[in-house]
């Protein structure tokens, strides 16, 4: 039995921009993982997960006719991931083999409900890993991210491919994504386009300041990704001035940030955080996407009032939320006053990948 795992992730800073390629985001993985597990079949093969075996599929309207999307559902990452590795492992002169697969997710809670800990990005990259061991292919780890990201293109995800970064690299990130226009344009085997630089992509760790604290609340909301992205998206060209303004802001912000985790400056980091709070919420208002919903809103007041720095984690709608503290102070009061909010304190720790997989 072959064994994979990759860590769920969260933003720390640059939601939205990021989408954008060249527009830098932070990113943490955090220790709470998808396994892969592949075993060799004979004549059939299987694919099994119990976590997303009543997984709704959403739906909307183009042209008046109903399109099924198929973003949030993990099965289609799982299924374009299979397919980019095969692909590959045929180029590499590997014969195609049947086997049965097997997913188990820690990142949702026990009654199936999403966290928003990034489970697409995770299920791809362990079935990228657990594939390349399945069929002796060794990869780096930005192999792994690039043919993770090809298969999210596959899916024709609007995301920006950083949780799948955080999911490879593991650890803290400042992410910046590539330009899928240049992908997709590309000509020849995936094996060059591996070896090539994809314009704009840079994945750079972080060391944070040693009194750094993280601390991650989760509203009981789910919220979805791409839905958010999507309004946010058809909203660009109405408010375009408004939107470059913040994309130019949300760089600065995060450039500043990042040089933060370079100096060891944590109150640095803490005022960025809050920065670039204000700058979502800006956003929300030009576009008119609910980002940071009042249960966030109160995740963030109570979090300023214990003195951390505090903001919505992705696409917000939902979900999740962090707070940037120092050392420990004010941490046990403010998961006490979450928790009388109805707020929930995720007991979750950021995830260092020291070694190579494969």
């Keep these: 039995m072959i064994e994979a795992t990759a860590p769920g992730k969260l933003f720390i800073a640059g939601e939205y921009a990021v989408v954008e390629a060249g527009h830098p985001a932070i990113l ?134 950083g949780d799948i970064a955080a999911s490879v690299y593991g650890g803290w990130l400042a992410f910046t994504t590539f330009d899928a226009a240049w992908v997709h344009a590309q000509k020849g085997t995936i094996g060059e386009l591996l070896q090539k630089d994809w314009p704009k992509l840079s994945i750079q760790p972080l060391t944070p300041p040693e009194d750094l604290r993280l601390l991650i609340g989760w509203t009981g909301s789910p919220a979805s990704t791409s839905l958010l992205v999507d309004e946010v998206h058809q909203q660009r060209a109405h408010v375009a001035k408004d939107y470059q303004q913040f994309l130019q802001a949300s760089q600065l912000c995060v450039e500043a940030m990042i040089q933060g985790f370079h100096a060891n400056d944590l109150a640095l980091i803490q005022t960025k955080i809050r920065e670039n709070r204000h700058l979502l919420q800006a ?65 979750l720790h950021v995830y260092d990948r020291k070694e190579d997989d494969l």
Excluded: M
Aim: hydrophobic share 45%; glycine share 8%; aromatic share 8%.
């Design 28 to 161: 943490v993985a955090i220790d709470q993982f998808i396994t892969v597990k592949i075993a060799p079949a004979k004549q059939a093969g299987s694919l099994l997960s119990e976590q997303y075996s009543d997984f709704p599929v959403r739906w909307t309207r183009q042209n008046n006719e109903l399109v099924l999307d198929i973003r949030e559902n993990p099965f289609h990452y799982l299924l374009a991931a299979i397919h980019v590795v095969e692909a590959y492992a045929q180029e590499q002169g590997k014969a195609l083999r049947f086997f049965d697969l097997i997913v188990t997710s820690e990142l949702d809670n026990a009654n199936g409900r999403k966290y928003g800990l990034g489970s697409s990005g995770a299920v791809t990259v362990a079935t990228v890993q657990a594939l390349a061991k399945f069929y002796g292919l060794t990869l780096s780890k930005l192999e792994q991210f690039k043919l993770a990201a090809l298969a999210h293109l596959r899916v024709k995800a609007n995301g920006s491919c």
């Design 283 to 347: 956003l929300s208002r030009i576009t008119g996407v609910a980002i940071e919903t009042p249960a966030l809103t109160k995740l963030c007041e109570l979090a300023e009032t214990y003195e951390g720095a505090a903001k919505s984690s992705g696409a917000g709608g939902g979900d999740c939320g962090i707070v940037i503290f120092k050392q420990k102070s004010g941490v046990l009061p403010l998961i006490s006053a979450w928790e009388k909010s109805g707020i929930t304190p995720l007991p």
